[in-house]
């Protein structure tokens, strides 16, 4: 009789469990680094994962709990999802040995509060995904010691506070992205958000909570439009706020910005708006007028002005008979001579909102050069000269021909004509002029069509078809 | 008679004509004035209304947009430019077509489509998605790979398409894809090994994992393999494939074992082959050497050198990007400037010459980086001819 504990029980045991170790458990799907136990109803983790498994991805199950060192055979693993699963709450030390993780989805469960305990000794762990969860409170030191945290993700959740302070330049240096976007916060401590590192508060999402309208916080939003930040940009609508907090007062403030008028938006904000126009030129004696034009907006804007002289110039400087600035920032300068040439600085401050700008404008000034020539004399003596010398040419060269007569002067183009001449051209034959002769017959042909109305139309007609209308010769002239 | 005519006049139009014309035209500007004016106002509600539902369709957490197992049978539309994921999992998008996203959306880093029962990809499917770095198609019904299918993919860094039915890759499947690291083709009927993947000009110079086990392959290309870099074979995965025992597959895997190469050591026991015959016995690789085809047992070869000749010993470690230190035998570490005989080149190797017989020994090769560190040995013999 074979006993349960017979030596080929024992081998075969053996054998089995040298071959199962690190093997693909039957549930999941393996391909060489990747383990993909997704949507197989596991309620446990599955007993013997391979420890070669840098992707775990164990998401739509319905596990509820994960006890202590879960992964810690897991040297390798670099990203774990567990997204929809029915997790409450997380053992302590279930990352214990798991530091090589660095993307750990935890979205869509049921996480209620996050320990401090939950994601301690990840010092790896970049991307954390922890979005529709039902978080009402965030520990203070729940992301202490994730020195490589770069993106976190604690939207769609029940937030009311976050430990902002927890985040600093030194604690979390690739922090850039995150995410506290539909939660319900009312007010946050707003100096702490400010003190954030930029490239934290670049990437801070806050939008469609609960907040309650109050300067502090519109300040922290408009600075953030102000510098372009996509947080803002891409979520404009979704950034309302409630009026004393009912909630069915809310406001899209960064639409609509009213309510906020009152506000003064804290430290003036230097907007690096420095133009350049090129060379402005005028010339000595004439009136110059500068404006100061910048990317400022606002009805209540106060100008200053600086000349190259380092002159401040403001609209109560009272060298009006020099150098005018008016209300609108324009500056005038009557009349500009020489040594007013230089770079005009203009500083527009908007004291409301805290902001200025500068505008540059390099003038010069030209002396007009004196006209040692008056050019009308000029062309007149230039006139004078060609004409003495053609009547020079025509009269005073020697005639080579011999002959005594004067040659007639070349054919120069004249509206009349003779018409003697002109009947040598048209008939060579006809050596002496007859009239009669001359009459019949002779009928020119118009090289443009005539157009008449007929009928209320207009026709083009030749003019042969016209016998009445020819060119006649004779004493008569044309008729 | 009449009296001739000035060139050019025209008569004076009829009066009637004038009044109905230019009434008609003012009637024309101002309708279309209105019609701007009416197409102006309503665009941006137009545009609005086709915005995705965040709070229906999907789960939006700021630029993360998850839409699995929601039922969907087609892409949603009006995906928000800001996209950075797009999670379509476990749904029922059977085919993905050209104009699934008529903008570009160019801040998608990751999109999943796995468990989708996928059978159809078009060949602009990606055209708007240019910066995508991660693509999931595992999971999915697709037959083969179509020529160019992933081209506008320039900055894909990791694409899964494991467990689907692929038969057939065009050999320019996966032209275009330049920054690809990771490439899994597991649970497949692949039977041609896709060697140009990783050998000749028009391979992918930064993949280091590609995974082809569990598929059809019998013959994989040894000769070619063989020579290959060690940061390569590093990640070329083909266990778990029906392979045709033979001498020199036992020798490639052995020697890539000894080498401590990941693709060997992990999955030893999965690299089995059939025996030649009618009978198709199957048997661990790893196995040849003793029981089945006594193949010769593997000897890592020495690098042997005639006299006065000059040669470059390769440092060819497991991973990219190591700055590498050679000790000569006697200790002797190489620096800069050193004796003329022996220099590092810029890719790590050391080339010494001419060599003369004491230079024989063991050269040593240290590699470090930030997190890993390797170290190789090379032993050289130096022939004089007598």
Redesign the interface.
């Given at each position: 009789m074979t006993s349960l504990f017979s030596p080929d029980t024992v081998v075969l045991l053996c054998l089995l469990l040298h071959?199962t170790e690190g093997?693909c458990p039957s549930i999941c799907?393996c391909?060489?680094?990747?383990l993909?136990c997704?949507?197989q109803g596991l309620t446990r983790l599955p007993l013997l994962l391979p420890p070669?498994t840098v992707t775990l991805d164990l998401s739509?199950n319905r596990l509820g709990w994960l006890g202590p060192g879960s992964f810690s055979s897991l040297t390798k693993l670099d990203t774990l999802r567990l997204a929809?699963n029915q997790l409450t709450t997380l053992g302590h030390g279930v990352f214990q040995n798991t530091s090589s993780l660095r993307h750990l989805d935890l979205?869509?469960n049921r996480l209620r509060v996050l320990e401090q305990h939950f994601l301690q000794g990840l010092w790896r762990l970049e991307e954390l995904?922890l979005?529709?969860n039902r978080i009402t409170r965030v520990e203070g030191g729940t992301l202490s010691g994730l020195s490589s945290l770069r993106k976190a993700?604690f939207?769609?959740n029940q937030v009311t506070e976050f430990p902002f302070f927890s985040i600093q330049d030194h604690s979390h240096p690739f922090l850039t992205?995150l995410?506290l976007?539909?939660n319900r916060m009312t007010t946050l401590p707003w100096e702490d958000v400010k003190a954030l590192p930029g490239s934290v508060q670049k990437g801070l999402?806050l939008h469609n909570n609960s907040l309650l309208c109050e300067c502090s916080m519109y300040s922290v939003f408009w600075h953030w439009e102000q510098r372009g930040f996509?947080?803002v940009r891409?979520?404009t609508d979704e950034h309302t706020c409630l009026i004393y907090g009912e909630p069915r007062a809310s406001v899209r403030f960064l639409r609509h910005s009213l309510y906020f008028q009152n506000c003064t938006v804290g430290k003036v904000v230097s907007l690096p708006m420095a133009v350049l126009l090129s060379n402005l030129m005028v010339n000595e004696g004439e009136r110059v007028r500068l404006d100061c034009q910048t990317s400022l907006r606002g009805k209540e804007l106060s100008y200053t002005w600086v000349s190259p002289n380092q002159e401040y110039l403001t609209q109560m400087s009272f060298n009006d008979t020099l150098i005018n600035v008016f209300p609108n920032g324009t500056l005038e300068i009557p009349a500009a001579k020489v040594n007013d040439s230089g770079v005009y600085l203009c500083t527009a401050l908007d004291y409301k909102h805290m902001l200025n700008a500068t505008r540059e404008v390099n003038v010069t000034v030209i002396r007009p050069m004196p006209d040692t020539f008056n050019t009308g004399y000029t062309t007149l003596l230039g006139c004078v000269v060609t004409l003495v010398v053609i009547l020079m040419y025509l009269y005073l060269t020697p005639c080579r021909c011999g002959c005594c007569k004067q040659p007639l002067p070349p054919a120069i183009p004249i509206p009349a004509y003779d018409p003697n001449t002109l009947a040598s051209i048209f008939s060579p034959t006809l050596s002496h002029r007859d009239p009669t002769k001359a009459n019949i017959n002779k009928r020119v042909v118009f090289m443009?069509p005539?157009?008449?109305?007929q009928n209320?139309d207009?026709r083009a007609t030749l003019a042969r078809e016209?016998p009445?209308?020819q060119w006649e010769w004779g004493a008569s002239g044309l008729s | 008679?009449?009296p001739?005519?000035k060139?050019?006049?025209?008569?004076e139009p009829?009066p009637s004509a004038s009044p109905s014309l230019s009434l008609r035209r003012i009637q024309v500007r101002w309708a279309l004035y209105l019609f701007l004016s009416l197409a102006l106002l309503w665009f941006p509600s137009g545009a609005v209304a086709s915005t995705l539902n965040c709070h229906k369709t999907c789960?939006c957490?700021?630029?993360?947009v998850?839409c699995?197992?929601m039922n969907l049978t087609t892409v949603p539309t009006g995906l928000?430019?800001?996209t950075a994921v797009l999670d379509l999992s476990?749904n029922d998008v059977s085919r993905l077509r050209a104009e699934w996203t008529t903008v570009k959306l160019t801040k998608l880093h990751n999109l999943l489509l796995s468990?989708n029962g996928l059978h159809f990809l078009s060949s602009e499917a990606f055209v708007y998605v240019k910066h995508l770095r991660y693509l999931d198609l595992?999971?999915n019904n697709l037959r083969q790979l179509d020529e160019f299918i992933f081209e506008p993919l320039g900055q894909l860094e990791v694409l899964?398409l494991?467990?689907n039915r692929i038969s057939q890759i065009d050999r320019s499947a996966f032209q275009g894809l330049h920054s690809l690291q990771k490439l899994?083709l597991?649970?497949n009927i692949i039977s041609r090994f896709p060697l140009e993947l990783v050998k000749d000009k028009n391979r992918l110079g930064k993949l280091s994992?590609m995974?082809i086990?569990?598929n059809r392959i019998k013959v994989p290309p040894i000769a070619e393999l063989q020579v290959l870099p060690a940061w390569i074979k590093n990640?070329l995965?083909f266990h778990n494939n029906p392979l045709v025992c033979d001498c020199s597959l036992y020798s490639l895997l052995a020697h890539w074992h000894i080498l401590r190469l990941?693709?060997a050591l992990?999955?030893k026991?999965?690299y089995s082959c059939y025996l030649p015959g009618p009978q198709k016995i199957k048997v661990g690789v790893f196995d040849l050497n003793r029981d089945y085809m006594n193949c010769s047992t593997f000897h890592e070869a020495d690098q042997e050198a005639w006299l006065e000749q000059t040669l470059i010993l390769r440092c060819d470690t497991k991973h990219r990007d190591l700055s590498k230190t050679w000790v000569m035998p006697g200790d002797v570490v190489v620096t800069e400037g050193f004796n003329q005989t022996a220099k590092v080149l810029p890719d790590g190797s050391l080339q010494i010459g001419p060599v003369k017989p004491d230079d024989s020994g063991t050269y040593t090769c240290y590699a470090v980086s930030e997190a890993l560190n390797e170290t190789l040995y090379v032993l050289l013999k130096v022939f004089t001819v007598l």
């Open positions: 071959f093997t799907l391909t060489s680094d990747t993909s997704g949507s070669t739509y929809n979205s869509s995904l979005y529709n993700y939207s769609l992205m995410d976007s539909s999402y996509d947080s891409d979520f443009e005539l157009m008449e109305e209320g207009l016209q009445t209308l | 008679m009449l001739p005519r060139a050019g006049a025209l008569p009829s789960i957490a700021s630029n993360i998850s699995s197992k928000p430019l800001y476990y468990h595992s999971s899964l494991y467990n899994y597991s649970q994992l995974d086990s569990s990640g995965y990941n693709s992990d999955f026991d999965e």
